[in-house]
């Protein structure tokens, strides 16, 4: 065949798996051929036989060969997927979509606001950042999750990162309910984008997170007094072929897959049921 | 854009040369409806090359409703050998539905291998419409009953036999190779304009009582009904079988599933309805289109709506396949009029 059939999965083996949380699990991952993928571009992975289903990797785009997918174990194809060990052999097609645009970031304040496994484009995303730190002028990393045991990247990113370059990196951690040894906030993760120390004229943010923790993050960001062109969205839709042709993740007039999923809020606000 | 005549028997035996490199497929009538059938040896038989088009749409030799893409982890065999499709028959409303399908599946930079190798290789002798059906509606929406472009050949039925029109390189060179088939067309063309000036004015007589708004103030209207009760009123009666999609020809959405095979497994293109509760919905069960009047509403701001900003023309060929297969009674044409009325 003349052209490349786009439906093909490349064999891909399972070198390892992170448990998260409960319910969440992070897949380290070694294609035959290896996916260069941007931060905030997604794939689709399969379990052969058995269906297929989109993430986002949460590694750095700068690792070459390997990479990382923290899955939640929400519907079918995932709880499939927490079943995998090590060494199992899985499908990967990719990489999909636009990714954040760093160069528009540069020099500026950057805001992150995660909530549960959306913080794994999010992870992504800040080790792009931290991998050119100086390029940027601070990043402050807005965790939330429901209760302690949901927080996710305890030993790979928190506790690595907390510790380094303080002045330009700082994390803002909450839950949405504590427990007897949880010392640290409690409340929704909009709660943490009060009192922000930060030069919103010179800021970007960039959101992801299940829909309804998007929508009201997005509106206090508003409230806050960020400007729709300066908040970046990461949209979850039903992306099935990953290639803008089965019509599933339509936005209005983007597909979610080709078009996205990072969207600037002032492209996608005037769109119906973006929050659903 | 070269005119010719070929009587009934050469078309016969064009058809049944054909059928030598290529499937050929040409519709048949049967219970007042036509069908496509294979054309082998036998020829055209009862074929019926005018009339209206066949109850399927093109789209199912293109992009078939099952479709096997990819293997896992296997070289991939889906380039065996097969003889490209020819269509005889095929109607303007079907080349029409190219428009969204070409637009969907050969966009850059992922292009569809499998639609894209059929499309390159096929053949499309298409053919006046000569009489209308009773959901037909093209001409309401700026789409005439007898194909303009799109096709290799075209054919417009006389008493004994057709103009016949190239519209294309590979149209031409048909023509050159059967030329003996074929003889002047001098004396039959003002009677072909004729035949088509009648049927394109009792069809425009026809879809009148539709009260279809004009064309260019659909997609308008569209808009402005977007958050009106029309859509909870007309998706009472749908029961969310999907066939206005599958008997679409324009409806190009898809599902991939994979299933275990004899050797392995493989990875299978098939229909989708987004009338379906689960066309949108993702992991953990937020869906953007929970209510059945908003996936109704989908359909058409995708057709009306999303199409038009896209390609400057409707995802509809108002073939009103889907007003004839819906069991609920749902008429695109009244759902249309009520952008302007209700």
Redesign the interface.
Known sequence: ?????????I?TEVLNVIEESPTIKTFKLKPEAPIQFKAGQFIEM????????PFTPSSSQYEKDKLEITI?K??R??SMIHNLKKGD?V?LRGPYGNEYPLFEFEGKEILLVGGGVGLAPLRALFLALAHDIEKYKSILFCCGSKTPSDIIYKGSVLDKWQSLDKKRIKFRITVDKKDDNWKGNVGLVTTTLDKLDINLKNSVTIVCG??IMMKFTTFKLLETGYKPEQIYLSM???M??G????????L??FYACKDGPVFRYDKINHI???W? | MDLYFINKPNLDRLAKSLSKTYKVFAPVKSDNKRFYRKIGENGLGDSVIGEIRAVEPIKSFYFPARTK??G??SK?D??KKEKPIAIIGAKSCDLVSFKVMDY??A?EP????FY??KRETGLIISSDCTCYGDTCFCVAIGIMPYPTEGFDINLSELDNGYVAETGSNKGEKIIKGYFKLFQSADSYIEKRDSNRKKLKEDLLEHVKKSRIPPKDSIQPAFKGK?DSSLWEEVSKTCVECGACNMICPAC??????????EN????L?MW?S?LLLS????????????RLA?RLRNRFD?KFN?FP??IGRFGCTGCGRCAEACPGKIDIREVLSKLQTT
């Open positions: 065949m003349m052209i490349e059939n786009p439906y093909l999965p064999k399969s379990i052969p036989g058995k269906g297929e289903a939640m929400a519907g194809i995932t052999m499908g299940p829909p979850e839709k039903n099935s072929c290639i803008g042709k089965c019509g599933h993740c339509r209005g007039n119906h049921e973006i659903d | 893409i990819a896992y982890f991939d889906s380039d969907v599946y966009q992922f292009r569809d291998p894209i190798s977007f190009h959405c898809f599902i991939l599933m994979d299933q275990k095979k392995g497994f493989e990875r293109k989708d987004c066309f949108a919905r993702v992991a953990g069960g937020a869906n953007p289109r929970k908003q995708k999303f900003d896209m």
